[in-house]
């Protein structure tokens, strides 16, 4: 785990470098939208270092998981704002916003929200890290872990999977048949990836009210995870979705500027990448706790496909 970890890091350090030092992109900001960028910049770093500071405090370390589905609607209509409300702008806005709004519903019902903001539930994989591996029993390692992985790098990678709004600002300012489509995408993807989260919901709600009243676990209860719905096509329909919103997401600066490729993807592209090895990492959790995960892993594909 410690190598994919290393690995993660070094590949957004290494994506970013290329993006900015290398000759494959040009940026050509103009001043409005160089002051944007440094702003939201710097809100990053502020953020991560909160996240950071937090976590060390209090000993939970999802602070970043709380900042996941709220700052990248910081990110865009401080863009948007600053653009003078370019239509374009304001549509991606307004998507992100819906995405972002139904997945804190989905986060707070998990507990991950209080009135206190840095406490609330904390992602088990993290008291699973600190266990299984030896070198994170030592606090100074695991809270290198925490600086540069959790909060560094996952708030980095939100800031760079946002920045497209950014790239778009650059091109035209109509909304055009492209648009609209890339939206209806986009949409319908928040509609699939909310009804993979109510499924799961629904299911471990049961499976847990059927454990605390001490009743029999029978049927799809007694495998202990869902494989029924959207989860018999996809082990993570959730995860799936959330890669194709920002990868669409991409889409929209590819409508304003004309070019497939431009330097804003390297935050999707990241994106995936840290999904594959954060599925494979819960899964290999997943299989020692339950006996049949190994087969339903042999039947069903991680995220699309056959």
């Given at each position: ?6 690995l993660l890091i070094t590949t957004i350090c290494v994506a970013v470098y ?173 509609i699939i990836q909310t009804v993979a989260d109510e499924q ?107």
């Open positions: 785990m410690i190598k994919q970890i290393i290329l993006v900015v030092y290398s000759e494959l992109f040009e940026f050509d900001f103009s001043t409005d939208q160089h002051e944007a960028f440094y702003s939201m910049f710097y809100l990053y770093l502020g953020a991560a270092t909160y996240s950071f500071v937090a976590g060390e405090l209090t000993k939970n370390y999802s602070q970043v998981d709380r900042l996941w589905s709220t700052i990248p609607i910081v990110y865009c209509w401080y863009f948007a704002y600053s653009s003078g409300m370019n239509e374009r702008l304001v549509l991606m806005s307004t998507l992100v916003s819906i995405w972002g709004v139904r997945l804190s519903f989905n986060f707070a019902r998990k507990g991950g929200f209080t009135l206190v903001p840095w406490k609330g539930a904390e992602d088990y994989r993290w008291e699973v890290l600190q266990k299984d591996i030896t070198a994170f029993k030592i606090k100074l390692n695991w809270s290198l872990f925490n600086f540069f992985f959790i909060c560094f790098y996952q708030m980095g990678l939100i800031f760079l999977f946002s920045l497209p709004i950014l790239s778009a600002w650059q091109g035209s300012s109509e909304i055009t048949i492209t648009d609209l489509l890339v939206a209806t995408i986009m949409f319908c993807l928040i799961q919901h629904k299911y471990q709600t049961k499976k847990y009210e059927l454990i605390k009243k001490n009743k029999e676990l029978i049927g799809n209860y007694k495998k202990g995870f869902i494989d029924t719905g959207l989860w018999k096509y996809s082990r993570h329909p959730n995860y799936t979705c959330e890669q194709l919103i920002w990868i669409t997401f991409y889409f929209f600066s590819v409508s304003a500027n004309g070019e497939f490729l431009n330097w804003s993807i390297v935050g999707c592209v990241l994106l995936v990448v840290l999904f594959y090895f954060s599925a494979k990492f819960s899964e290999g959790i997943s299989s020692k706790k339950y006996s049949e995960y190994k087969e339903y892993k042999k039947n069903t594909p991680m995220f699309i496909g056959f």
